[in-house]
């Protein structure tokens, strides 16, 4: 039986370790931050501590089994799709998180304090240093979606084509129209990297044909 004090001490480390976590995702203002990951933390920690008391020798894992199935539908609720010219799904790091999260209050509650506390600091670990790792890879390779919308010649749409390889930017064509008044509208998924899109993008924004860019 699990004395008052330990079950005390546990409670507390896993305020603390949900903290850290929560104190991240509040700086970087994300829909479940330092409250939401504490508590997360907190009450899987408490789950854990009475599946042991309630289940004793014979089934302690009842109730902390149920944790990993129930923190399923909080992470869910995090995940979001973008607008609908944008294909990218938000919220699956939160998400991530929270699992995390309430597996690191799982562990503190089953007494596996160090192991716990370890896995914490790699957590933070990742999510400091990595965030650095994406930004370099932002910088070396970027997807965008260009619009241009321009007068029609023949040959429009490849001039600008042409312009996207003299820039070592690599494209599809997604969409092209255009309408009786002699205007024609080109899209395309253009991947390269920051330094190439912005001398693209300036060049394309100097070009008189250019009624309309997006990018």
């Known amino acids: 039986m699990l004395s008052t004090e330990e079950i005390a001490w546990r409670l507390v480390l896993a305020v603390v370790v949900g903290g850290l976590i929560g104190a991240e995702r509040e700086y970087r203002s994300k829909s479940a931050g330092f409250r939401t990951l504490t508590l997360i933390c907190l009450g899987a920690a408490l789950f854990t501590i009475l599946s042991e008391l309630i289940g004793a020798v014979h089934a302690p894992e009842r109730i902390a089994s149920n944790v990993v199935v129930g923190i399923g539908f909080v992470g869910a609720g995090v995940i979001f799709r973008g607008e609908p010219t944008n294909s990218k799904v938000n919220g699956i790091t939160t998400a991530a998180m929270i699992w995390v ?25 990742v999510i400091l240093t990595f965030s650095m790792l994406e930004g370099w890879i932002e910088r070396v390779n970027q997807i965008r979606n260009y619009k241009i919308i321009c007068a029609f010649e023949n040959e429009t749409l490849h001039r600008y084509e042409d312009l996207f390889r003299g820039h070592h ?18 899209e395309w998924v253009v991947q390269g990297s920051e330094k190439d899109h912005r001398h693209c993008i300036h060049e394309i924004l100097r070009d008189p044909a250019v009624k309309a860019f997006e990018f």
Do not use: N
């Open 101 to 125: 999260t309430a597996a690191l209050g799982m562990g503190i509650g089953a007494g596996y304090k160090l192991i716990s506390c370890m896995a914490c600091l790699l957590v933070l670990l």
């Open 169 to 186: 930017l690599s494209f599809k064509r997604s969409r092209q129209s255009k309408t009786d008044t002699g205007i024609i509208t080109g």
